[in-house]
Structure formats: structure tokens, C-alpha cells
């Protein structure tokens, strides 16, 4: 459970959850699938709390792009066909092979399943548990889980998520301490699309560390389009007093409303 009193399965999208046992897990499965038998929604699960079945093949490790994001879809239509509200894929992570991922590996990975996951419309609850990945493995994986719940030992201190093609939230805070997770998240983010919105609505501070990571990365990719949503209101005098706003194609907007 989180602070706001929530539980891992009333909530929707791309959801993480840090485990201390076998038993928990199957405890989340357990209310998955009376969360999903009440809401109508259909419940794929993927781990040791049952036999691999078809959502072991649907989210194999290696198997992200257009496969991934085809298959999804494809498991949302067919639940829809059967009179479904939409789909919830549990998954024990360790399971899926993940912890002979490094940290930054994870992050790519759970970055590019959280675009996924947004694309399709369908909810995915990761299950890391610490017995499977280190607490710097499982904070940097839960850096790209926009809902997180369990106790993350390492926690980085930022979020970022994809809310369609080719944009993205981040919220928390970035500083010189997790910088380098945050170049990862949007490198990583960069390479998807040709533009890209990046919303700070949630983001309570960032420093010059965070500014120049947004000026290497557009450097890297020089054709990317990057629009600053909502940044924090020091933000644009930081941005031109430390010289970044010759940077790459960047520009800020406020969001409509």
C-alpha cells in the first residue's frame, strides 16, 4: 500500500510493486483476480504462482517493439470480444528472466513496456522481489512505473511515464544524485519518436545536473523535437542563465486549461 492508501489492484496503467516474499506475491495475484472478476476486467498471470502460460510468450524480455505493443493490443481486443472491461497482466519479473538484467537495462526495458502498456490501453502490474534483484536493480526499475507500491529500499526519486506516443511525465525531483537514471529515461524516451512532450506538472525541482541531461540529450539527437510541458517556474531563467537554451531543438508550453 502507498501513502495515499491505495492497493496495487484499484489502480490502472503501468504499475510496479516491490515484494519481500512468495507469499506476497501470490497474495497480489489473489487480489488481482478479485479486483478483476469485480471490475470485469480479464487477468493474465505471468510467474510462479501458476504455470507459465500465454502471457510468459506475450512479455518475454527481448521481445519489445512492435511485437510487444501488437500483442497487447491483441490481448485487449480478444478481451473486449469476450466482454471484458480490458485486461490486467500480473507478472513475477524474476520470472520473466529480468534479474540478469543490469539496473540501467531494467530501465530501458520498463521504460520502453511502460510506452507499451500506454499504447495499448492495458494495465501491467510488475512484481519485483528482493530476493530476485537488488534494491539499486528494483529503484531503478520502479524509476518507470508512474503507480509504485512496496517498500523500495533505493528509491531514486523520479518517475517518468508515457501518457501517448511521444509523450511523457516525469514528477519527483532530479539532482546530481540521480542524473545519470534520468539520462537513461530519456535517451531511452528520445529514440521512440521524432518529437517528444515532456510534462513537469509533477516535478517539484530540478537542478543544473537534471538541465544538463536535458542539453545532452538533445544533442545526441539533434531532429528530436523537445517541448518542456509545465516546467518549474525557476526553470527557464536556469535554463538561459547556465547557457542551455541553445540546446537542440527546444522549446516550453503550458498546458491548455
Not at 73 to 102: K, P, W
Not at 128 to 134: A, V
Amino acid at each position: 500500500m502507498n501513502a495515499s492508501g491505495q492497493e496495487p489492484t484499484t489502480v490502472y496503467g503501468h504499475v510496479g510493486v516491490v515484494l519481500d516474499s512468495q507469499s506476497e506475491y501470490e497474495e497480489l495475484v489473489g487480489m488481482a483476480r478479485a479486483r478483476g472478476g469485480h471490475a470485469g476486467e480479464k487477468v493474465i498471470v505471468v510467474g510462479s504462482a501458476e504455470p507459465w502460460g500465454r502471457g510468459a510468450a506475450l512479455l518475454a524480455p527481448f521481445s519489445l517493439g512492435a511485437g510487444l505493443v501488437g500483442g497487447l493490443r491483441a490481448e485487449v481486443s480478444a478481451a473486449q470480444r469476450e466482454g471484458f472491461r480490458g485486461i490486467r497482466v500480473v507478472a513475477d519479473m524474476r520470472e520473466l528472466g529480468l534479474d540478469s538484467l543490469a539496473a540501467r537495462e531494467l530501465l530501458e526495458f520498463e521504460l520502453d513496456l511502460d510506452r507499451v502498456v500506454s499504447e495499448a490501453g492495458a494495465t501491467m502490474v510488475c512484481a519485483y522481489r528482493n530476493d530476485g534483484f537488488t534494491p539499486a536493480a528494483v529503484g531503478a526499475a520502479m524509476c518507470a512505473h508512474p503507480r509504485a507500491f512496496g517498500a523500495n529500499r533505493e528509491d531514486s526519486g523520479f518517475r517518468m511515464g508515457s501518457t501517448g506516443r511521444g509523450e511523457w511525465r516525469v514528477s519527483g525531483e532530479i539532482d546530481r544524485s540521480n542524473a545519470d537514471a534520468f539520462e537513461v529515461a530519456m535517451t531511452t524516451a528520445a529514440g521512440m519518436s521524432a518529437r517528444m512532450r515532456l510534462t513537469f506538472d509533477d516535478l517539484r525541482f530540478i537542478d543544473v545536473a537534471g538541465m544538463r541531461v536535458l542539453a545532452r540529450v538533445t544533442a545526441a539527437f539533434p531532429a528530436l523535437g523537445l517541448t518542456l510541458v509545465d516546467p518549474p517556474p525557476s526553470f527557464l531563467r536556469c535554463w538561459e542563465l547556465f547557457g542551455f537554451a541553445t540546446a537542440g531543438r527546444v522549446t516550453t508550453a503550458r498546458r491548455a486549461g
